[in-house]
């Protein structure tokens, strides 16, 4: 089976869980006996685009046209079995969908976010949930809240690829749902059941865990809606130390917020970007593993990540968090301060007991042996029926 992965890679000084899974699944199919080409772009890459590429760039959510050329000529090289598309924004556009069929190979996306309907991808804005846009024909609170970038301008092109794109996402052949709550999304968005498969996303096995350390480690992109805020509102209605440490690492607008809680407090250690080998070893030095967004968050690897290593997870009961954490495997409480802060101090006491339930739920649940036949099964099935499919 040959299979076309695309993917337009985040900015690789932003940690990315989509870029983490992307590249798993690849090494994961290839071990597999599956041969994968991978077809991807970088927004690292915009810098140094040409001129003549750059002054197309505004318009490239919407065509991509250097992306589809690249493309067609690959697919007419390669003639692959299936195009599993990932994230399209901004270099390969939803674009790749049509220029796949045109080709006659059937299209798979895995839908890590919402941004089928919502500009920013995240059902999220201003401190809080927002379905403003949901079920509209073109995304306009989008353009007036500046949703994309902070920009009215890329809010209202993103708002029309979104309007443009609505055809091509119902022509997809399968869609992955990480989760049932994605499920239930993609529904709403009009996609018949028979093309939803919920499949969450899976990584390699770390082997047998180390012991647990102490503390507790907070790893996320450092935006609003990570809760950043949330937990060093909750962490501060302890004293200094009696949590014992909390290590934050990452990088974001909220970066002078984890810096001034570093300087303020002798248990609070800002550690900045690290790489995976890095987050490694500060997870092993750590007993918990924090996960506390505000907003639906779908799959946060850094929940994964965490039970394949044997630590459980103290998480907020948002989007995939309670699927993930499961009944055993962490503790799961609302997005608030007081309920957050009364968690902490019940996660450190119970995190021995909780670690090999943690541990267990991955790899029944999450562990490549589990899920990449499964993966290989939906391409089977579009191979097998892709000529009774509906573009």
């Known amino acids: 089976m040959k299979v076309v992965v695309a993917h337009n890679r985040y900015r690789e000084a932003i940690p990315s869980g989509e870029n983490v899974i992307v590249d798993t699944e690849i090494i994961q199919l290839r071990a597999a006996g599956v041969e994968v080409l991978p077809f991807q772009r970088s927004s690292d890459s915009i810098g140094e685009l040409p001129l003549a590429e750059k002054a197309l760039l505004p318009l490239s959510p919407i065509y991509g046209r250097a992306a589809q050329r690249d493309l067609s000529q690959l697919l007419e090289a390669e003639r692959p079995d299936v195009l599993h598309l990932h994230n399209p924004y901004p270099l390969l556009s939803p674009w790749v969908v049509r220029t796949a069929h045109k080709h006659n190979v ?8 919402y941004r089928q309907v919502c500009s920013s991808g995240l059902y999220f804005r201003d401190g809080h949930n927002c379905q403003d846009c949901r079920g509209k024909l073109i995304g306009w609170p989008a353009v007036q809240h500046k949703c994309y970038r902070g920009s009215a301008a890329q809010s209202a092109l993103m708002a029309t690829t979104l309007a443009v794109h609505r055809p091509t996402w119902r022509s ?45 480690l907070y790893g996320a992109r450092l935006s609003p809606e990570k809760g950043l805020g949330l937990l060093l509102d909750a962490w501060r209605r302890h004293p200094d130390g009696s949590l014992g440490p909390l ?36 997870r092993d030095a750590s007993s918990v593993v924090i996960a506390v967004p505000t907003w639906n968050d779908v799959l946060p690897t850094v929940i994964l990540e965490a039970m394949a290593s044997g630590r459980p997870v103290l998480g907020t009961a948002v989007g995939g968090i309670p699927y993930l954490v499961g009944d055993d495997a962490g503790w799961v409480v609302e997005p608030d301060p007081a309920a957050l802060a009364a968690a902490l101090p019940v996660a450190r006491a119970e995190a021995a007991v909780r670690a090999p339930a943690a541990r267990a739920r991955y790899l029944e649940h999450f562990h490549p042996d589990v899920l990449t036949p499964r993966l290989i099964e939906i391409y089977a099935g579009l191979t097998a029926n892709s000529d009774h499919l509906p573009r």
């Open 106 to 113: 059937p299209v798979v996306q895995t839908v890590h976010n």
């Open 172 to 216: 997809v052949d399968r869609f992955i749902a990480l989760t049932d709550r994605i499920a239930a999304h993609l529904r709403d968005y009009g996609i018949p059941d028979e093309r939803i498969v919920v499949k969450p996303n899976g990584l390699p096995d770390p082997g047998e865990p180390l012991p647990l350390g102490d503390g507790f």
């Open 247 to 282: 290590r934050i690492a990452g990088d974001g607008e909220l970066r002078p917020l984890a810096e001034a809680a570093a300087a303020e407090r002798s248990d609070v250690h800002y550690l900045g970007v690290l790489d995976r080998e890095g987050m490694r070893e500060v």
